[in-house]
């Protein structure tokens, strides 16, 4: 018994239908005191709204599942991309119903507007879909799946909570990869004549001859093959395989300003990941040092199956710290860990000239060993205030302090270029594309 009143006056409602009949039938009794014709009418009135009443009641409640809900979702979202979210409703009544369907979303998306509306015919399935786009790294708990029914009638609406609670981590940014993969074998395109691309150097690891396509270089024809074959034939080459490609992510309190709803650190770690799974499609070997007052982790290089899955589950627990980055330890840690040279990509940020000059010495020391690339970023606050006009005195000042800053960026890049490290300063939102290119760039060169 208390089961069955529980479950009537805990996902019951009234609807604004029948509040209008209650206000009608006593208007009614009202208008009797006045008018003693309408004799009955108020009675029969009220009787039939409450008979309604009860006939709703019966049929929304005689089914105990009329309704069936459920959401689908990956088993892992994607940090800083949209991950769609679907959630399938069906009607197992024997009439049509009006549906109103609201998704409790994790807290931190801090949204209340996942409330859909829909008229399900009997026997009908409608899928409902939208997407969310996290911002932080971490476990996000999805709550109830709250349905509200009404029948033809509409007087009452009947609640079903649909236990939709799930856990879902937030993982680095991999939805996009496979537009980063596409980068990584475009030079195989070349062999369809579908893109010519122009290559800067070339390597001496023959792979193959096959039959020239425009835009191959005319200096690898093999004349002996094209003899035999009698149309043009060239060799082909691989690229040197199996380098270490490290990327070394800085965690000190310089990647904690946000941009775009993404720290710096999340940027650089989107980043790190995708160019680990390019590094890998190159036959290269992907590892990861973090490093903030002391070493974080260390993933040593290799490029087995399951590497790309190791890195992301370090990632996925990398956070910022409020201290500045030991690069003394750094150094010492890629001594001992890094045995053969290889290319390093360190994601940091300098915001001042002194900044760079007090860490320079060791990033001197690191490139005496290994190809180094600093990525750093452009303040593109900064930019934009230096590109609007001044209006008055106040203006002129700040218009002049940004572009102090963004020249002293550029300075920063040239004194880096001076002591042998290349440098990267890009836009956070241009990070993983400009990484990646200056990898395929420096495999082109065979630099690495």
């Known amino acids: 018994m208390k089961k069955f009143f529980q479950q009537y006056y805990t996902n019951l409602f009234l609807t604004d239908r029948l509040f209008t009949g209650l206000g009608f039938c006593i208007v009614l009794f009202l208008l009797k005191f006045f008018f003693a014709w309408l ?7 009220t009787v039939a709204v409450a008979i309604l009443f009860f006939i709703d009641l019966f049929i929304l409640y005689r089914n105990s599942n009329g309704i069936e809900v459920k959401r689908f979702t990956s088993k892992r979202l994607s940090n800083g991309d949209d991950n769609p979210i ?16 609201i998704d409790e979303v994790p807290f931190q998306f801090q949204i209340r507007d996942k409330d859909f509306r829909l008229h399900l015919k009997p026997a009908e399935i409608k899928s409902i879909h939208y997407n969310l786009r996290p911002t932080k790294r971490g476990e996000y708990d999805f709550g109830f799946i709250r349905t509200y029914i009404r029948s033809p009638l509409g007087l009452i609406s009947r609640r079903y909570n649909f236990d939709g609670a799930k856990v879902l981590p937030v993982y680095p940014s991999f939805i996009n990869l496979g537009q980063y993969e596409l980068m990584a074998v475009s030079r195989y395109l070349t062999e369809f004549g579908i893109k010519k691309i122009r290559k800067v150097g070339q390597s001496s690891e023959f792979d193959q001859i096959k039959n020239y396509v425009g835009g191959d270089d005319i200096r690898t024809i093999n004349w002996k093959a094209t003899a035999r074959k009698g149309g043009l034939m060239v060799n082909t080459y691989t690229d040197e395989k199996s380098q270490n490609i490290y ?125 180094l690339v600093v990525v750093f970023f452009e303040n593109t606050e900064l930019k934009s205030l230096s590109t609007d006009p001044a209006k008055d005195v106040e203006g002129i000042y700040h218009k002049t302090i940004a572009e102090k800053f963004i020249y002293e960026k550029k300075l920063m890049v040239k004194e880096l270029n001076k002591h042998g490290i290349l440098a990267i300063l890009t836009p956070p939102q241009k990070l993983t594309v400009n990484v990646i290119n200056q990898y395929l760039a420096l495999k082109a060169q065979q630099r690495i």
């Open 39 to 45: 004799g009955d009418i108020p009675e029969i009135v």
């Open 86 to 101: 679907q959630i399938e409703i069906k009607n197992r009544y024997g009439f049509g119903v009006h549906a109103r369907v």
């Open 247 to 371: 990327c070394i992510i800085d965690k000190s309190r310089v990647m904690r300003m946000p941009f775009e709803g993404l720290s710096l650190l999340d940027y650089a770690i989107n980043a790190s990941v995708a160019l680990s799974k390019v590094a890998m499609l190159k036959e290269d070997k992907a590892g990861l040092i973090t490093i903030s007052e002391n070493i974080g982790a260390i993933v040593p290089a290799d490029r087995k199956a399951s590497q790309l899955g190791s890195i992301m589950n370090v990632l996925y627990k990398e956070k910022t710290r409020y201290l500045e980055s030991n690069l003394e330890v750094l150094y010492s840690t890629i001594r001992s860990v890094v045995k053969q040279r290889g290319l390093l990509v360190f994601f940091t940020n300098f915001e001042s000239l002194s900044a760079l000059q007090r860490q320079l010495p060791y990033l001197k020391r690191i490139a005496k060993y290994h190809l």
